[in-house]
């Protein structure tokens, strides 16, 4: 199958492309998305390409946009509702949780609310304390939402098409530094099933879980492992909801040894809920206690030198690799 | 108000040709450090253009009154009388910063200047304000809350709801919308059903201020002074300042310099440079300034250099700075 190498941003612009073509109802709709091209340019060129009835720009109301998308998408639109950056997400949480993610349950099924929220995500370069989250374990929290994190410009395409085509809201995330970075799409259309995680390396000694760019730092280190003679396996999870454990479960079967990379905050985190579903599954399995390497517990700063101390990197993977061994 | 002006004093008016001046240049200066990576980070949001916005406006309180904005406040820090070098510390992420380094850009603060920072999260900072007013009110001050306000940040829940509470309170808070044409792209008429923002006033039962020429600081300081006597003894109002930014909505985003539209409207707002405006206006009234105008401008390129000097020689926060203050201990 041809492939061509294309970066995330327009792996995802073609997602967006695609089914704004297959289904009229599709639209887009979020602050600077139309004319300014998307503040991180994954939209550019589809203002020019569907016009102002399909790429809406809106004012800067981040729960009118998440509200809105969720009245079009009862109605019978398939809103795809960009909120910038999952930082002001923040201001849309209540049409997200309280009505997007709980009205097909609360009218016992009479609506349905297939919508998709798009935003960037992810910590670091100096973007300092109310620009730094990475906040979906928060959003996952809730039954009746999906919530897909891709880790490449592969999976963000062929998730975020099934997003789009699912009858379910979904939160849809995107790593900002992940965006520049390649990797080869095939030229013909392909769909990733919801809630389906992926091996993205095989090893029998430890398995990693992780998400989006808890990928890139695991392989990173599994590279590094890999010359003391430690396989490690990891396991991209690529959605936070539905979560699916089974691969993990087979992995530590193998392995008896789990590290769990996050990219978000310790505390009530991704990393508890695969330990804790871990433990209850297969403890007859473990071998060591399960690790976290998440982002450390504080408000992220702005001073590049101990901003950098607070995020994860494939060192501190590397080290609760060999702790766990 | 015609007889004020011809009558402020000159001690005044050069005065705010310095802070003016010093605020330009150290945007400027900003600017160029960032472009050789001495000012580092995604966001960096410069106030030129905006100047007399500011300068006039803070020119019209004292420094019992409180002050609060968004994330575009090198200039207004420095017309609060902050520090210029503990700002451009803050800029370069150093512990001598006002944040410690760990604030940045975006969020300038100085608690002893009754300055209570800068926000980054768009409309944020509003219902602040409305409680640092309460505050006063409940208190029996006599004092009033500055507010500024960006045009986009006026069309989020944050406005609506902190706006008309401040109104139900009758709360000293006067509401300056820096109407600079723009969101980060999206324009006032394309994001406001009434793109008039003053008149949202007449919906919250507040006092309508008025929509001021930003590019000159004597209209921005009479028509502020006006406001803030009001605030201080009826309550709320919402008021515009009329202005342009001139390097784009941030460091983010650079696309706007090569818009051509937009280039052109750029060179008609800076045919009327807050610079520009104000010194016409000294050397109109006061015979041979330039020489003095001169002086202030060498001056306030030295406390720049010194800003910039001071900044870099500055140690960087370290492991207890990331730990430190999450909570009060
Ligand atoms: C809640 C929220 N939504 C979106 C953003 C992204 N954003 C930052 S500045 C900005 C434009 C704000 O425009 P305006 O209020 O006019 O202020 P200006 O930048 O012109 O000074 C946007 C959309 C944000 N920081 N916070």
Same mark, same amino acid.
């Given at each position: 199958m041809a492939t061509k190498n294309l970066p995330m941003r327009e792996a995802l612009r073609q997602a967006l492309r695609e089914e704004m073509q297959r289904d009229e109802r599709v639209f887009i709709m979020g602050e600077e998305v139309g004319k300014w091209h998307g503040t991180h340019r994954v939209t550019q060129g589809l203002y020019e390409e569907f016009g102002a009835r399909r790429v809406r720009d809106t004012p800067i109301s981040e729960m009118a946009i998440a509200g809105a998308a969720v009245g079009a998408a009862m109605a019978g639109l398939r809103p795809v509702a960009e909120l910038m950056t999952i930082n002001f997400a923040f201001l849309s949480l209540d049409a997200m949780i309280n009505h997007a993610a709980k009205i097909h349950y609360m009218f016992n099924g009479q609506f349905t609310v297939p919508l998709v929220y798009r935003a960037a995500t992810g910590w670091g370069n100096q973007a300092t304390a109310t620009h730094s989250h990475m906040p979906e374990p928060i959003f996952a929290h809730f039954p009746g939402m999906y919530v897909g994190v891709p880790s490449n410009a592969y999976d963000a395409k062929g998730m975020l098409k099934a997003a789009i085509r699912d009858e379910n809201p979904v939160l849809f995330t995107e790593t900002i530094a992940l965006y520049p970075k390649p990797s080869p799409v095939p030229d013909e259309e392909y769909v990733l099933p919801i809630g389906k995680a992926d091996i993205k390396r095989q090893g029998g000694d430890v398995t990693i879980v992780t998400y989006a760019r808890g990928v890139e730092w695991s392989l990173q280190a599994a590279d590094m492992l890999a010359k003391e003679g430690v396989e490690v396996e990891i396991v991209d999870m690529r959605w936070l909801r539905p979560l699916d454990m089974e691969p993990v479960f087979e992995s530590f079967k193998k392995t008896n040894r789990c590290v769990v990379v996050e990219e978000s905050l310790p505390m009530f985190s991704f990393g508890s809920e695969i330990a804790a579903q871990l433990q209850e599954a297969a403890f007859d399995y473990m071998d060591a206690p399960i690790k976290r390497v998440s982002a450390m517990d504080v408000p992220l700063p702005y001073a590049a030198e101990i901003e950098l101390m607070a995020l994860p990197n494939a060192q501190k993977i590397v080290d609760a690799v060999r702790g766990v061994l | 108000m015609a007889t004020q002006t011809a009558t402020l004093p000159k001690e005044q008016l050069l005065d705010w040709y310095h802070q003016i001046v010093l605020i330009r240049k150290f945007e400027n200066m900003c600017d160029a450090l960032y472009a050789e990576k001495r000012i580092t980070g995604v966001y960096m949001h410069l106030y030129s253009g905006h100047e007399a916005t500011g300068v006039g406006a803070l020119a019209a309180i004292t420094p019992e009154d409180h002050v609060i904005t968004a994330y575009r406040d090198h200039g207004i820090a420095l017309a609060r009388g902050v520090d210029p070098k503990a700002v451009m510390a803050e800029m370069m992420g150093k512990r001598t910063g006002t944040s410690g380094g760990k604030g940045g850009s975006m969020h300038l603060a100085s608690r002893e200047h009754n300055f209570w920072g800068g926000y980054?999260? +768009? /409309? /944020? #900072?509003l219902p602040l304000a409305t409680g640092i007013a309460l505050k006063v009110k409940y208190m029996g001050e006599p004092n009033v809350v500055i507010s500024f306000v960006g045009d986009g940040a006026t069309n989020n829940g944050y406005f609506h709801e902190a706006v008309n509470l401040a109104a139900v309170w009758d709360l000293p808070v006067v509401w300056i919308i820096e109407n600079n044409l723009v969101g980060m792209g999206t324009r006032v008429e394309e994001a406001s /059903?009434?793109?008039?923002? +003053?008149?949202r006033a007449i919906a919250y039962g507040m006092k309508e201020g008025p929509r001021v020429d930003g590019q000159d600081v004597v209209a921005v300081y009479e028509a502020v002074k006006e406001a803030v006597e009001y605030a201080r003894a009826t309550g709320p109002v919402l008021m515009e300042s009329l202005t342009y930014r001139y390097?784009? #909505? /941030? +460091?983010?985003?650079?696309?706007y310099s090569a818009r051509e539209d937009l280039k052109s409207e750029l060179e008609i707002w800076q045919q009327r440079d807050p610079i520009i405006v104000l010194r016409s206006r000294l050397t109109k009234r006061f015979k041979n300034i330039e020489p003095e105008l001169e002086r202030i401008e060498e001056e306030a390129d030295r406390i720049v250099a010194e800003a910039v000097e001071f900044a870099e020689q500055s140690p960087a926060p370290g492991y207890e700075d990331l730990i430190a203050n999450v909570y009060v201990e």
């Open positions: - | 980054a999260i +768009v /409309g /944020g #900072h /059903g009434q793109p008039d923002l +003053v008149k390097q784009g #909505h /941030g +460091v983010s985003d650079r696309q």
